[in-house]
């Protein structure tokens, strides 16, 4: 019987193409029939990378899949050197899900020189939250972000929302540079549980892969006390309320977090008294792993 990840991956398969060069990835983008659609991933695929897949098919365009780990994007003690790599399970399941080519590049096909640009996104929307947590990280996706989107020059990306303030990030460094490039943003694929699918799932124990479907819980949890929250200055008090009841269960927070959808500013009275405005953040450790979530309201 097929698994949930190899049943996500279903069209037919295809001849797609693997690529490590500039050189070789220009060479088969010279003679696509149009402009692809780009999937950006680091590679150790799951369901919820193939249904970004699955989006981009359905724009209509070539496919085309990057596979790098991003080096600068990772910051001092963070889990470069261990994050999974496979690159041939990553290869079947985007043949199998109808990908077109495979752009899999080593660090000097991506940095061939010392990157001394770098994109600087917008410290309101980039230097809180995440950008907080992990200082440079937003620098570094977008740069990175930038730099496939000229070697591909697609007509649209897709991205997942499970990296809500990355997806944000990357939206508005296409709009200010005017790329053209349509930016798709994904739902969060979950396993039964609740839990978002993550390449860094992989990381857990079976205890705390258990608990792991508790931050879902939380963001929740927190949505649901929403709506007796009359005035902004009452979010604090939640969201504190909330991290401590992760702690109390064993997790490190870093935050927690209900915040406007379009540019994550903090919540202000009228956007509480209005539907489809907020959503609430959350990013914790469970041990030395470390997960994200999110959850629209």
Wanted: proline letters at 7%; one cysteine or more; glycine letters at 8%.
């Amino acid at each position: 019987m097929a698994t949930r990840l190899e049943q996500a991956a279903m069209p037919t398969p295809t001849p797609m193409r693997i690529l490590h060069s500039r050189a070789a990835l220009q060479a088969e983008l010279q003679a696509l029939p149009r402009p692809p659609v780009l999937v950006p991933t680091m590679g150790h695929l799951h369901a919820g990378h193939l249904a970004l897949v699955a989006r981009a098919r359905a724009l209509g365009g070539p496919v085309v899949a990057s596979v790098f780990v991003n080096r600068p994007q990772f910051g001092a003690g963070e889990d470069f050197d261990r994050y999974p790599r496979d690159l041939e399970r990553d290869a079947e399941l985007l043949r199998q899900a109808g990908c077109d080519l495979l752009f899999a590049p080593g660090e000097a096909d991506m940095y061939p020189v010392a990157q001394t640009f770098q994109v600087r996104p917008d410290p309101q929307l980039a230097s809180q939250l995440e950008g907080a947590a992990r200082p440079g990280h937003f620098d570094a996706v977008a740069t990175v972000v930038l730099k496939l989107l000229q070697l591909t020059r697609p007509s649209a990306a897709v991205f997942g929302k499970k990296d809500y303030q990355q997806w944000l990030v990357v939206r508005a460094m296409v709009e200010q540079f005017a790329l053209g490039v349509r930016i798709e943003g994904v739902d969060t694929v979950r396993e039964d549980d609740g839990l978002a699918m993550s390449s860094r799932n992989s990381y857990l124990s079976p205890a705390q892969r258990a608990q792991a479907p508790q931050l879902q819980r939380a963001l929740r949890a927190l949505a649901a006390r929403l709506p007796g929250c009359a005035e902004a200055r009452g979010l604090q008090a939640l969201e504190a309320d909330a991290q401590q009841q992760l702690r109390a269960q064993g997790w490190d927070p870093d935050y927690i977090s209900v915040r406007r959808r379009a540019d994550l500013q903090p919540a202000g009275d009228e956007d509480l008294a209005a539907a489809g405005r907020l959503v609430v953040l959350g990013a914790a450790r469970l041990g030395s792993t470390r997960l994200l979530d999110n959850l629209e309201i």
